[in-house]
């Protein structure tokens, strides 16, 4: 393990100031103490994510991820911790070296590329896994020129390499394997980084068998969620030709890359993140989504599509109406049935038009009430782009036989959270209009004015809900967001979406008014208490006079707040 002076350490934390450096990549806006911004870790419409300078901290309350300055270059950078570092210190003109550090690295590296060669002597010694190969319609050519191999069944190779490297079992595990070959008996696909070092594998098993597909799990070298299959050969077409192509699977970009189109990338089995478009971002704005023509790939397509909208991208959706996606439509018909499939894309407006428009009766007034409702959001969605904004309402005007500002005035009528689409719904939280609560602004303010937080002198026993038990944990002690259990940092973060203002005086006012009255609503509940178990005319005098004392208070500040 490598050891960086602690000092170091401390001192480029505190020469970069948190705040600078995020706002490198997110647009923060001052709340009180605090910054908030749409979170570069997960999709979001409505801010959650914080940055707090005084505790040189960020948090985000949507998906979790937080910590300090380096940790925040570490995530969006996707580097390691020591890079971070580095990077960090160059900022601020202080160079750290990291021998240690460099040698794993270099070690990483070795061992998968003796370990990919090791594959590849296999699949030269397997007729039959060739065969298999070529029936997919691959030729001997490219059966080497993609480098792909093959795991026996029984490997051992992984730790054969292990040993021949002397990595120690621990190293091995980080390296992404335990005991065994998890890509036993399947075809190997190398992984690379976008400089052409292999760092992961992917597995495809021969014949039929669960999984089809199977990932190297991600390890310090490789992550699913910033990695780009064939990027690191794309790339200089991507820049040359201003586009990218981004398809779902590894035969799929192969294919493209086959037929001669040289631009096209895959996700690793997941959705785009903003990592993979910070990547991208270095070569185009313009994307060419090729999933899937099934149902799942669609939902995919519109997910990405929203995603990509948000950094501003352009974004069309290629049109496999000849094979369910770009690897059969390649085994069919060659590269012309691609070309095809990319002259008759779709701009992403008449796509996510067209898309949803299937999953409705037009022909019956309920029917197209509800397609409206579910593309209010993405009414949103296309908003930056007058173009696109204007095609998008000529197309839904061409689809209901009406004029482009008939819909168009629609549209204003309609609030684009009062619908759920049935088709996409994955990552939309149900945004109903919600009243703030003496509750939420309490947690709003004690996250965001700790020093008004300060004049606020409570009970949490006098809360409700949810909000009982935050103050418990939290009244008396600093609670830093990360400490938060997941259910409590979701309440947190419903609270925290709730509000939006600035905090004066005038709200203030009204919060400690509400909590005095629930106060006295609380004694007065406990004198009730009382006075069914009062034994004496006496004591039940002296608390029914206490009891209208209370009353007479309760009145005189619910009066006074009108
Ligand atoms: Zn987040």
Redesign the pocket.
Known sequence: MIMIPKDIIEKIKEKNDIVEVISEYVNLQKVGSNYRGL????L?TSP??YVSPTKNIYH??????SGDVIKFVQQIENISYTEAIKKLGERVGITVNFTEEDETRSLYYSFYKQLHQEYIAVLGKSPNIVDYLKKRGFNEREISLYEFGFSPSNSQLPQKVAQRLQISKEMLEKFGFGHSDPFSGRVIIPIKDDYGRVIAFGGRVVGDGVPKYLNSQDTLMFKKTSTLFMLDSAKEYIKEIDYVIICEGYFDVLAFHRAGIKNAVATLGTALTKSHIYKLKKYTNNVILAFDSDSAGIKATLRNIETLLSEKFNVVVANFSKGKDADEVYFKFGSNGLLEALDNSESSEIFVVNVLSREYDLSNPNGVNTFLRNLAKWKNVFEFNPTALDNFYKRIASLLNSEKEVIKSRFSTITADSGKSTIYNAQIEERKVKIPKTEDYLVYIYFNYPDLFKTLDFSPDILEGKAREFFLIAKDLNVSLEQLSKDMGSFVKECLEKIDIEVDEKVLENIKKDLQIRKIEKRIAEIDELIKKSVSTDERNILLNARMELVKQKNMINKSSK
């Open positions: 979170c570069p870790f997960h979001e959650s994510f985000c309350f949507g998906c979790g991820a």
